[in-house]
Every structure is written in C-alpha cells, then in structure tokens.
C-alpha cells in the first residue's frame, strides 16, 4: 500500500533569468460525470487530490526558436509550448525557443487527470518564462485545441464542461477525505474515449441533472455523506459506458468498512473507497479498507492499493 498525500510542490526561481515553473494538482476520477439535457451537456465534477504535475521551461535565446520537452513523450505538452510561444513571439518579436521540463507522479491513463495536469502546469510555466499572462479562461481557450480537458485549472471542486474546455460553476470545497483506490490494469486514452457515443437515455440526463444540484447543494453544506451517496450512483450509471468489474466488491468493501461512498475514474481504470479523516475511527476504517482491497486485487501487477488524500482549499478561484 502506498500513502499519496504529499505538500503542493515548492516554486523556487520562477519568473527568473527566463526560467518558469508551473504545477498543477490531479484528481481521483470525477465525484459525478454524466450528460445534462442540454447542449453541450458533457460535464464532470472534479475531485483534487495531492498528487501533482511540475513543469519548468527555460527561454534559451540560441535555440532557433526551437522547443524541445522532456520526457519526449509529453507531445501534448510540447504542442501547447509552442503554441504560446509562437504568441509570445508575435507579441514581442523575441524568439521563444526553449527546454520544458515535465515532473510529474499522477499515473497516466488511469483517469487521474495527469494528461490535463501536464498541460496546465506546462501553461504556466512557460507563460511565467515569456511573460505572457495565462489566467484559466486563456489556458481553457488554449487547451480546447488539443484535447478534452478535467477542470484542475481551478483551485476548487468545480462543475466542467471537458469536451468544450469551459467552466460550468465552482461548486467550492471540502474537508480532506482519504480515498482508499485500486487499479483495475491497463490505461485508457482521454480522445479515444470521448469519441465513444454516450448510452444515456434523457432520463438519465435529467437524473444527472439533478446529481449535480444534490452534489452542489452537498458541497455547500460539506456534507460528505451526500457526496459519497451522490459518486456513487455516478460510478452505478456509469457502467453502461465504462465497466468496472471491481465495483460491486468495492462497494461492499465500503459498506463494511463504513465508508462514505465509492468514486472512480470514470475514463479510466481507478476506483477508490471515501473516507472522512476527522472520523474517530478512520485508522481503524482505512487500514480495514487498505487490507480488503489488497486481497480483492490479489497478485495483479497493475492492482496496488494507493491511499490518497483529496485536496481543500480556503479560498476559491481568483
């Protein structure tokens, strides 16, 4: 078992000698996703949690404007790089090329938002380096270019349409829960399963809709129980779309152990268990939800339980 639940990365230097750093957080799956009836009725409803992305470019003046990333494979970040730099570069006329470094420890593929972590930290840190200001309705602009988008952007659980980039509503924060999770293998690809059509019926729109003034109203009154019942009738609707075989024997790991409800990666492979810290008997909850989904996985590879903790923040976006 591993424990997630590490500080936010410290920023030292930014902004310096054309050096800029960016980081952004990753979420446990979406406490709710599902289709509104309405256009554009993609949404999902974040869950942060402290597992993070770091992203550093350097302006290297003798580059040919030329960017480079590394790791090579973050292509996605390398193309939102040159996107703001070929702006930067019509705005000033100073050449834009430069090395980004991308550091980050959310798994990817899982459903754990680190595609779009890499790409906001990546945003950051290169505005920062070129001066180029990149406050979330830029990056939403920027990042709708390239792929469907979790809303980590905001420092808050917020309400996001990911296919059109755009904010729906700030639903606010919560209280640190501890999420007990489980990989269930493999990895899935972000654009690949955004293409596949949706199996909801309007009823289960309009059952969405409503989903998601119980989970507002919920979060508001940070009440953790509601949120835990509301993910998870999500993860339930959500198997038409996206089947998790683990989600019957989580959820009745969460009875037993008396958690407040089930939250997956509605994209992805990872389901988890929710727990509130201030319970008298969380140790206790946690280590008996640590050790009944470790024998559920068994000896799979891919199957490790990792404890995480979701993320609150005292103020809202600014």
Known sequence: ????????????????????????????????QGVLPEGDGDFLVTLPVARW????FRREPDSGGEVTVRPARKTKALQLARTIGELAERQTGVSTGGTL????VIPEGKGLASSSADLVATARAVGQALGVAMPPTRIERLLADIEP???????????????TVRLRGVLGSLPVMAVVGIDE??????????????????????????????????????????VGRVATRSAQMNQLLRHKWTLGPIRE???????LGVVVAHSGTAV???LDTEDPSYTQRVSAAAQACGELMG????????VYRTLSFANGPG
């Open 299 to 306: 000896g799979r590879t891919e199957g490790g339980v990792s």
């Open 53 to 56: 992305t770091m992203a550093t």
């Open 253 to 259: 790991i969460c009875r037993e152990v008396g958690g």
């Open 185 to 226: 293998g493999g990895s899935v690809d972000t654009v690949d399963f955004n293409r596949i059509p949706k199996p909801f019926t309007l009823a289960d729109h309009h059952e969405y809709a409503r989903l998601l003034d119980r989970l507002a109203c919920a979060v508001r009154r940070r009440d953790l129980a509601e």
């Open 149 to 163: 988008t979790d809303g980590v952007l905001y420092p808050a659980i917020v309400a996001f349409h990911h296919r």
């Open 101 to 104: 470094h991308v550091d980050s």
């Open 1 to 32: 078992m591993s424990v997630e639940a590490g500080p936010r990365p410290r920023v030292a230097g930014a902004g310096s000698a054309g050096i800029g750093v960016g980081t952004a957080f990753g979420t446990f799956g979406e406490l709710l």
């Open 272 to 274: 988890g268990i929710l």
